[in-house]
């Protein structure tokens, strides 16, 4: 079955910098890929998707990027702000809607 | 998106009871699933509960332990059984709409 690495576990970076998250997942048959923040104690919220017919989305200040052929996707927040901190999911879906989460990454974004 | 409520917010249960959690949605939606959270870590699919059919299990999970009901499209419930305290975890429901996928508030349950 499908398999999400996600890496880093943990990123610490000052106001203002940039922020990268990346993910890879192991079903090529996997078409649609999306991102979650969750806050401490809160429910997962959408914050963006991508499917795979597409290279790269932006929303405001984050965006995604996918590359099919290693199989491997990026979330991209700039110009971060200390609400930004939060835990991130990326997660893969390879079929009927269903969802396989990566571990997370816990951002801290300091002041 | 949709609005989704879960019923009980949180409970502490003893070892060798059941609980079941509601899932209840503001809109009609064909797929409905159920997640587990354990502390501090990420989400786990339990199973995926459509309307009119028997819900689909992950490998891991079987119907006796984690028993669904999904009786229309706006409804379901996971019922946890015989718990242990390694049943203590968040779980969550999540409806689909177009293919983006929108999670209810969750529920604690702690297991003593």
């Known amino acids: 079955g499908e398999n999400v690495e996600q890496h880093p576990s943990t990123l610490s970076v000052q106001e203002g910098d940039s922020a990268v998250i990346k993910c890879t997942y192991s079903d090529s048959a996997s078409n649609y890929f999306p991102w979650y923040k969750q806050e401490l104690g809160k429910r997962p919220q959408l914050i963006i998707d991508i499917r795979s017919n597409v290279g790269e989305k932006k929303d405001q200040r984050i965006a995604v990027t996918l590359n099919k052929t290693a199989k491997h996707f990026s979330l991209h927040i700039t110009e971060t702000q200390p609400e930004d901190s939060a835990v991130y999911f990326c997660?893969?879906?390879?079929?009927?809607?269903?969802?396989?989460f990566g571990t997370g990454t816990r951002l801290l974004v300091s002041p | 998106s949709a609005v989704i409520s879960q019923k009980p917010s949180r409970d502490i249960c003893q070892r060798g009871t059941s609980l079941t959690i509601q899932c209840q949605v503001d809109?009609?939606?064909?797929?409905m699933f159920w997640y587990r959270q354990q502390p501090g870590q990420s989400l786990t699919l339990i199973a995926t509960?459509?309307?009119?059919?028997?819900?689909?299990?992950e490998s891991g999970f079987v119907i006796d332990k984690f028993p669904i009901s999904r009786p229309n499209l706006t409804f379901s419930t996971l019922t946890v059984s015989n718990m242990s305290p390694e049943d203590s975890s968040i779980y969550l429901c999540?409806?689909?709409?177009?293919?983006?996928?929108?999670f209810g508030p969750g529920t604690r349950l702690t297991v003593t």
């Open positions: 999540s409806v689909g709409i177009n293919r983006e996928q929108y």
């Open positions: 809109s009609q939606v064909t797929m």
């Open positions: 509960a459509n309307q009119g059919s028997e819900a689909t299990y």
């Open positions: 997660a893969a879906s390879p079929g009927f809607q269903k969802l396989v």
